[in-house]
């Protein structure tokens, strides 16, 4: 079987790289962006680092903000309306997972109008045409939405979101640049950051992962637990450091999947609204601790990218714990929640079960997984 990598036909990487994007869009022949971001970001002034660019360069633009944390359908449908009323050729989404997503959603279907029912989109779906062309810029350091093929719609009436996975999604340039991230509080870099690190470990147990794919995770492990702590901190190299990571981590997961960390996240957030980084953190070491007697040496190598020393000389037990405990303190350090306490209500626990269950990332776990073991994961954290 041959494995496959898609990543984005360019990417850019550093401080200032935010000036590329009108070089693109110029090179590309690109006449009038929609550009899609999140209301917060508009209000204090991130997004207009970018039109700043734009309008520096003569290039017209379109600004849609109908876009919630947890996009929903209704965000997607909206934004579809107003790109073609906007009479817009590319899209520019600045923003964190949910601008990103909403945009993805959009490309599709606009190009692809037979899946205008967005529901259509879930899964693997067999869409034939490249998206309306996007040039990604994240503002926080965790979700990769630039360099993945997937995207995640919650859908209200439904309580629940679901994941998308289409190679015709992915953003063409990537405009990794950490002065867009400045401005992130300390919660949202600590829940970004987690979210990574749950990409990078969980892309590295993977059933899918292969040798390509270990190289990106196992960087990104060794970057996040290196950086996180300061960037969380406020520190600019700590900053600088996280938004390469989350990005290192993206090339790899994005190609190979995810686990149930993630179902069991999706489902929190489509039935509370919970933060994904958060949710992922605090689901993050049970679920490592269950998928532990199936994952080889690999937490030994996780281990090692933590930081954690001596584990050439501990036994599978020893250094799996270590594993565990090495994502525990960083999660603790960064001020994530250790429990679903307040979150989680006992009453819900079939629905998010059965709900997790079903989600697109559930196949990718290591562990072969049912809806009762999912039920005993999240008692165990309530």
Known sequence: MANRIIL????????????????????????????????????????????????????????????????????????????????????????????????????????????????????????????????????????????????????????????????HDIPIVAVVDPDMMSTMPKGLTAATGMDALTHAIEGYITKAAWEMTDMFHLKAIELISASLRSAVAGEKEGRDTMALAQYVAGMGFSNVGLGIVHSMAHTLGAKYDTPHGVANAILLPTVMQYNADCTGEKYREIARAMGVKGVDSMTAEQYRNAAIEAVKQLSKDVGIPADLKEIVRPEDIDFLSESAYKDACTPGNPKDTSVEDIKKLFKSLI
């Open 8 to 167: 984005n036909e360019t990417s850019y990487h550093g401080a200032g790289a935010i000036e590329n994007i009108a070089t693109e869009a110029k090179a590309r022949g690109f006449k009038k962006a929609f550009v899609c971001s999140d209301p917060d970001l508009i209000k204090f002034g991130v997004t207009k680092k970018v039109l700043d660019v734009l309008d520096k360069a003569d290039l017209e633009y379109e600004v849609y903000s109908d876009i919630k944390p947890n996009p929903t359908i209704e965000n997607v449908q909206s934004g579809v309306a107003a790109f073609k009323k906007a009479k817009t050729d590319y899209i520019v989404a600045i923003g964190g997972g949910s601008s990103m997503d909403t945009a993805k959603a959009i490309g599709i279907i606009i190009n692809n109008p037979e899946f205008e029912d967005v529901r259509s989109l879930e899964g693997v779906a067999p869409t034939k045409n490249p998206c309306v062309p996007i040039i990604a810029v994240p503002t926080t350091a965790g979700t990769a939405a630039e360099v993945t093929i997937n995207y995640v719609i919650t859908d209200v009436e439904k309580q629940r979101k679901f994941v998308c996975v289409d190679v």
